[in-house]
């Protein structure tokens, strides 16, 4: 059983990592991230990240104590009284349970885009500029939900290791294969080319189709654009069909909200291929 480091005083300098958690300060020379409440910290620590320290109150320490004492020995495990964590994070988001993760370079440790994207039926989920943390998180919940097997993010995209994304993605960000490359147009275009990928634009516009006419292929690219412009000229370039989600008694002038869209065109997708 790995020791617990029990702390009694919250001035202890030991707790001094998980004081003031700013992203940006985590993300520059520290290279971290923070990951937040139990549900969170479990699917975490389930999926294999590295992980760089773990501040959990009691009750959440005796719930996840098998997860906890499979860390490695390197990484501190500290514990506190239940209902302390606000003293020493400042905010009450944690529900009892706090880790600091190491950030990987640009995607997702283990399993890749690119072995997904090898795996027919393969459904991708692209970003092209989607800039609110909290559509992010949402496109990585739909992703695991509606069955995507990775999203690729593009230029302009927020931060996937942002603690709220990581929250609104109920830590789905941990078990969805990601990866933001340096060129995100020439990967979707590989995999069009070099895996037969069919990519799909979803945006309400004058020449789109009604999603029901949706071309279904056994490997599918489906991208969305930012919440202000939707696609990029380059994105839409590279679509093979653009779809559009229809409103009631016609009402087509007034599109969705990104993440709304994407669970609806995920889900569309997957009930038309097994239909």
Not at 20 to 40: H, K, M, N, P, Y
Not at 43 to 51: C, E, I
Not at 157 to 178: E, Q
Request: glycine share 10%; charged share 25%; hydrophobic share 40%.
């Amino acid at each position: 059983m790995k020791p617990m480091l029990r702390i009694d005083d919250l001035d202890d300098p030991r707790l001094d990592a998980f004081r003031g958690l700013r992203d940006a300060d985590l993300r520059g020379a520290r290279s971290l991230f923070t990951v937040e409440s139990e549900r969170v910290l479990e699917r975490f620590l389930r999926s294999g990240w590295p992980v760089d320290s773990v501040l959990v109150e009691e009750d959440v320490h005796g719930r996840l104590q098998m997860l906890l004492d499979d860390l490695d020995e390197t990484v501190p495990v500290y514990v506190t009284d239940n209902g302390s964590l606000d003293g020493v994070s400042g905010y009450e988001f944690h529900r009892g349970a706090l880790a600091l993760g190491i950030r990987p370079s640009g995607r997702s440790p283990g399993l890749g885009i690119e072995d997904a994207a090898a795996n027919p039926p393969c459904t991708l989920l692209a970003a092209d500029g989607v800039a609110h943390v909290d559509n992010m998180g949402s496109l990585f919940r739909n992703a695991a939900c509606l069955g995507a097997s990775g999203l690729v993010l593009g230029p302009g995209c927020a931060d996937p290791l942002f603690r709220k994304t990581i929250r609104v993605s109920s830590g789905h960000v941990f078990g969805v294969p990601w990866e933001a490359p340096a060129d995100f147009h020439s990967m979707l275009d590989a995999f069009r080319k070099e895996l037969d990928f069919t990519i799909i634009g979803l945006e309400l516009c004058e020449d789109s189709d009604d999603i029901v006419n949706m071309t279904i292929s056994d490997r599918t690219i489906m991208i969305v654009g930012s919440e202000g412009t939707g696609l990029s000229e380059r994105s839409r370039a590279l679509c093979d069909q653009i779809v559009h989600i229809p409103g009631l008694a016609g009402n087509d002038r007034d599109s969705l909200n990104v993440a709304v869209s994407s669970a609806i065109g995920l889900h569309e997708l997957g009930r038309r291929r097994r239909w």
